[in-house]
């Protein structure tokens, strides 16, 4: 699919990680300029919800590390590896509204 028609696509469904992996395993058309902020946003939210979960989560090689030590990493790299306003919200979800993620 040409990617000036997956656009309205992704501003429609923006947290669909599925369109995000599309668009940056295009077909070698490539990423039309449009699309580039939609596209920034988003892997910026996955960014820091997969550090959340990778973290928060139990790997054959180490038990999961807790949410407390996940959000230490993403208030640690603010600004510099995750997007200071997606980090904030993301921080806030947890330890403002208490979400939970389920296990």
Same mark, same amino acid.
């Given at each position: 699919?040409?990617?000036? +028609?997956?656009?309205?696509?992704?501003? *429609?469904?923006?947290? *669909?990680?599925?369109?995000?992996?599309?668009?940056? &395993?295009?077909?070698?058309?490539?990423?039309?300029?449009? $699309? %580039?902020? #939609?596209?920034?946003a988003a892997v910026d939210r996955l960014a820091v919800a997969d !550090?959340?979960?990778?973290?928060? $989560? &139990? +790997? =054959?090689? +180490? =038990?999961?590390?807790?949410?407390d030590a996940a959000l230490a990493e993403i208030e640690r790299g603010?600004? +510099?590896?995750?997007?200071?306003? !997606? $980090?904030?919200?993301?921080?806030?979800? %947890?330890?403002?509204?208490? %979400?939970?993620? $389920? #296990?």
């Amino acid at each position: 699919m040409d990617p000036a +028609r997956k656009l309205p696509i992704v501003e *429609d469904n923006p947290g *669909d990680p599925r369109l995000i992996i599309e668009m940056l &395993h295009d077909s070698g058309s490539g990423i039309v300029a449009e $699309s %580039f902020d #939609t596209l920034a946003a988003a892997v910026d939210r996955l960014a820091v919800a997969d !550090v959340v979960e990778a973290m928060v $989560s &139990h +790997r =054959p090689y +180490r =038990p999961a590390l807790g949410i407390d030590a996940a959000l230490a990493e993403i208030e640690r790299g603010v600004g +510099r590896l995750y997007d200071a306003e !997606v $980090s904030r919200v993301c921080v806030a979800l %947890f330890r403002e509204d208490h %979400f939970q993620l $389920s #296990t």
